[in-house]
């Protein structure tokens, strides 16, 4: 029986990272997944390729809607569907490749199959080819990340009835598309086909897009997601599904319980995604699960059995593939003896739609609830000169600081590469910045960043420069 220090279940971003940092830190690493391909869902049916189809359909958008006004003909464009899907899957394999490479780089032994734990030291993997190879180890980290939820009365048949991940591989370019789901998921997917030409109907149970962002924000990317035709249905309860070969009939009540029926090609069930923990054996080990089938860990995300920690989709918290990430280092640390520490209230949200949805910290609703008394600051990116040049006029940047310290509290932005300009957000967080801090760091001129510097010097005093 090969015996290691730590032996991680599950290759995605908080797996791998995780194996990565124990290696560094001087301990024999194993790292276990159950299917061929090494990245877990991020990398092979989730943010990976999700962000290929993106940028691929935004670059189509762009050559159909503006590259005449900057002086570009370009006649008679086609989409070729298969060459983008096809496009799509190269991205992934090489970023697989580019993992599998990690693990060599790192001596990390590499075992193909489902885990499942024997003890809380011994777990079986079960092969592909029917074989079993037993591994012991003195630690284990469960990281086998979520599968996509659906709804109790439908029924995914993987052929009209789909989830994100046959979303990402279709055979064809679907003519119509209805979405249930305004979140995150459903509202970049629903990006990808409505700029490509699908009519999309965004059905969401809830009154707006993406529950839990700020307010400000899901009004905004309703606007702009407008524009490509998406329709919106809100407040509407889904009651059944029926499919055959030619399409997908989707029936739902409204909030006075009057019953509609929508059609299309296909039905996208986009209404989130459950830890995944079926069969590993976790009563053979000791771990125990909560009320929601999440893994339950304490402070130093350590299950029930005292050797095994859980990281990511599989406990308590935001399903991204950045906290899993943090969380992966975090438990490699404490092993290690080391004191780390992640401050979650920090994680960044990011919607990848274009404009891109991004935000940190409490929201307007959140601290008006903990009756925080707070002041704001909002820019549009149409008042700057690098948007104007870009034509990505769409959008805003909006921070919320302390009414008497004028620390930031929150940072919610929608609009060009707002996932990358988060960033300067979230480490002003991390030193508690005041607006003011933020609006006497310069920035450089002209850039999508001076958003945050305009924003913040109104949070601050209530006026702007360039407004």
Known sequence: ???????????????????????????????????????????????????????????????????????????????????????KS?????????????????????????????????????????????????YFIIATGSKPSTLPNIT???????????????????????VIGGGVIGCELASVYARLGTRVQIIEYMDGLIP??????????????????????????????????DGVIITANDKDNKEQTFSADYCLVAVGRRAYTDNLGLNAAGVSLDERGKVIVDEQLKTTAPNIYAIGDVIRGAMLAHKAEEEGVFVAEVLAGKKPHIHYHLIPGVVYTWPEVAA???????????????????????????????????????????????????????????????????????????????FRISHAHPTFAEAVKEAAIIASEGRGINI
């Open 360 to 438: 940190v910290g409490y929201t307007e609703q959140q601290l008006i609830e903990k009756n925080i008394a707070y002041k704001k600051g909002s820019y549009p990116f149409k008042a700057l000169g690098r948007a104007r040049a870009a034509m990505e006029s769409d959008g805003f940047v909006k921070i919320l600081a302390d009414q008497e310290t004028d620390e930031v509290l929150g940072v919610h932005m929608i609009g060009p590469r707002v996932a990358d300009v988060i960033a300067e957000a979230v480490v002003a967080m991390e030193f508690r910045a005041s607006a003011e801090d933020l």
């Open 156 to 178: 995914i048949d993987k052929k009209r009835i789909i989830t994100s991940t046959e979303a990402l591989s279709l055979g064809e370019l679907p003519k119509s598309m209805i």
């Open 212 to 245: 839990g962002m700020d307010k400000d924000l899901a009004a905004e990317l309703q606007k702009v997601m407008k524009k490509l035709n998406v329709d919106f249905y809100f407040n509407q309860k889904v009651t059944g599904a029926i499919s055959d070969e």
């Open 90 to 138: 190269d991205v992934v394999s090489q970023t697989a490749d580019g993992v599998r490479y990690l693990m060599k780089k790192n001596k990390i032994d590499t075992y193909h199959g489902h885990g499942s734990f024997l003890s809380s030291t011994k777990i079986a993997v079960a092969g592909d080819d029917h074989s079993t190879t037993e591994l012991e180890a003195k």
């Open 1 to 87: 029986m090969n015996s290691y220090d730590v032996i991680v279940i599950g290759s995605g971003p908080g797996g791998y990272v995780s194996a990565i940092r124990c290696a560094q830190l001087g301990f024999k690493t194993a790292i276990v997944e159950r299917y061929k391909s090494l990245g877990g869902t991020c990398l092979n049916v989730g943010c990976i390729p999700s962000k290929a189809l993106l940028d691929s359909s935004e670059h189509y958008h762009l050559a159909q809607h503006h590259f005449k006004t900057h002086g570009i003909n370009a006649e008679s464009i086609q989409i070729n569907f298969k060459q983008m899907i096809q496009r």
